[in-house]
């Protein structure tokens, strides 16, 4: 382990990455990179307890990795990895299971968002979902955790989890992580109301093409309390206006803020602004995605070898658990 520790992360193949894994998550694996030793796994078992149908599950871990290796994920040094490749989580998963009273995971609102969302399929494996999760934390023995905040209540119950594993057992094999967020941990999407998604289609793709980009920002909500091209508009409740703080240079923010509140500018012409600044942003990630893309074999062979060694961490963490427990 490096001097300052270990970073794990993980999240769904929900396929090509939006803006909001972007800014959520993303860029924060990618900036930790140059001081810990990190670990980005493509959680497709948690994928499982919401699909409908498996048939994409494959194609789109690979894009989810290409958008990784694109924003300037590193795999000489850092581990991109697919979770059910090392099976050894699953395992982790039911001994953690034994420590976690069912009441604390129906009662996190996670979980009940999720009831909400999919009342047809409350399957056993989304109450454990938050279980399987801390097994993959403290599977690789990471004490940081980069995740957007609707990761919270999943962070502070993996910190339960850990300690009342460490209680029971009368050990210290397992690490407490801590959550670290980025500046910008709940990107909203472009509907102006709901965090940005994929399942409720109010995202913006990192790699979209400009055209696509284009139209995605000319449909985002502003103040609804804009009606016409004179009212005056509140920055400060435009979800355009946030990205604009992200995208655009402190002068045109600047600008903006001062230009809106007086009806100077409108909203088509502050969101054109922002279509170029986030496609001149995303071009470089769009160029290395295009060159990864010539090749498929690149990035198999990267979450091949990212599964090599992650294995290696696992096989070696799961001796220490059969033990303290008392396996044989
Ligand atoms: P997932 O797949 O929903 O999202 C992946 C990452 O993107 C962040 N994110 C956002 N951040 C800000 N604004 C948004 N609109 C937005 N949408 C997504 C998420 O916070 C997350 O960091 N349970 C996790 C996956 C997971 C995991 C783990 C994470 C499984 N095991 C172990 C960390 C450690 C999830 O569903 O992420």
């Given at each position: ?88 989580v ?6 953690l ?22 009342p ?36 502070e ?16 094999v ?11 941990p ?70 903006i ?11 088509v012409?502050?969101?054109?602004i ?29 979450l091949q ?15 220490e ?8």
């Amino acid at each position: 382990m490096t001097p300052k520790g270990r970073v794990f992360s993980g999240a769904r193949p929900t396929g090509r990455q939006h803006l909001g894994n972007y800014l959520g998550a993303i860029q924060n694996y990618v900036a930790l990179q140059d001081e810990y030793e990190c670990i980005y796994c493509i959680v497709d078992l948690h994928a499982l307890t919401t699909l409908e149908s498996t048939e994409d599950l494959r194609q789109n871990s690979v894009e989810m990795a290409l958008d990784w290796l694109a924003a300037g994920i590193r795999p000489e040094e850092t581990i991109m990895f697919i979770q059910s490749q090392v099976p050894e989580v699953t395992e982790l998963h039911t001994i953690l299971s034994m420590v976690t009273p069912l009441g604390k995971l129906t009662d996190l609102p996670t979980f009940k968002e999720k009831v909400r969302q999919q009342p047809h399929n409350v399957n056993y494996g989304l109450v454990g979902y938050p279980v399987l999760m801390t097994a993959d934390i403290v599977l690789y023995k990471a004490n940081l955790v980069p995740v957007g905040v609707d990761q919270a209540p999943h962070l502070e119950f993996a910190r339960e989890v850990v300690r009342s594993f460490n209680y029971r057992f009368k050990t210290n094999v397992l690490i407490e992580p801590e959550m670290i967020s980025t500046e910008y941990p709940k990107v909203i999407g472009i509907d102006g109301v709901q965090k940005m998604s994929k399942s409720l289609n109010n995202h913006i793709e990192l790699a979209a093409t400009p055209a696509e980009t284009r139209q995605k920002v000319m449909q985002m909500v502003t103040d609804p309390q804009r009606k016409r091209r004179s009212d005056p508009g509140r920055p400060e409740v435009c979800n355009v206006f946030s990205f604009h703080k992200v995208f655009s240079t402190p002068q045109q923010v600047q600008e903006i803020d001062r230009e809106c509140r007086i009806a100077g500018i409108g909203c088509v012409d502050c969101k054109k602004i922002l279509v170029e600044n986030l496609n001149r942003h995303l071009e470089p990630f769009r160029h290395r995605r295009a060159e990864l893309s010539r090749d498929p074999q690149f990035v198999l062979d990267v979450l091949q070898n990212g599964k090599e060694r992650a294995a290696l961490i696992a096989r070696q963490t799961m001796a220490e658990v059969r033990d303290a427990v008392g396996l044989p």
